[in-house]
């Protein structure tokens, strides 16, 4: 099994050095910040998917294939933070699934594993979408960087990639466990971003009542002195 694909690597040998840079900084922003801001990642990768699912089947059942794209894009995006939950319930379920079945052959309970699985899918749900994350975010910026660099320097990118398979997996695994680490430290400072902003809040929140009580007061005095001595 090669996790870069030679066939992809050879579609794609014409890409311009823009497209496959603009390639390369998404998938260093994927590897790097996946889970800082996954909200973002998980609505804008379901939207695009059920859009071109939409224009295919719109396509293929004959109907109005630009309005069935854009409803279901639109529809999928409202409801991309559940639908990720429900796939990593599945995920895991079915991950658990085939382990079972090419573990043990002859086990009979293999829906108790499947619910098993999806259970701890969701538990890690936090893992899980660092690992796809990271892991996506390697592949698009490893086939981007083989793409420059086979604009650049004539390098043989598909036959270096089939020659090479083995140490290959090894650098995207490794990359990808160096992502997960780096998406952690990323996580770290948002969440320490988060609690410094609702200190400054509350630090600011006695402060807008003293000035709101000091002008009370003020508007107190002014009154007694418009006020005609009895």
Known sequence: MMLLNPDVLTEA??????????FLFVGFLLWACGWRWHRFWVVFGITVAAGMFGLTAGRSAGTQVLVVGVLLA???????????RIGAFLGGGTAAWLA????????????????CGGLLGIALY???????????????????????LEQLQKFPAAKWVTM?????????IGLMILGVI???????????????EEHEEEEEKPKKGKNKKGHDEDLAK???KLMPSG
């Open 13 to 22: 040998k014409g890409l311009s050095v823009g497209a496959s840079g603009f």
């Open 74 to 84: 639109v529809s999928a995006g409202m409801l991309a933070i559940e639908l990720a």
């Open 100 to 115: 079972a079945a090419n573990v043990v052959p002859q086990a009979q309970e293999l829906w108790a594993v499947f619910l």
């Open 126 to 148: 936090k893992l899980w979408t660092m690992l796809a994350t990271s892991l996506i975010g390697t592949l698009i910026f490893a086939h981007a960087l083989l793409l420059m």
């Open 164 to 172: 090479n398979a083995s140490a290959v997996n090894g650098f995207v």
């Open 182 to 196: 780096a998406q952690m430290k990323t996580g770290a400072t948002k969440l320490e971003d988060e609690a410094e």
């Open 222 to 224: 002014l009154l007694k």
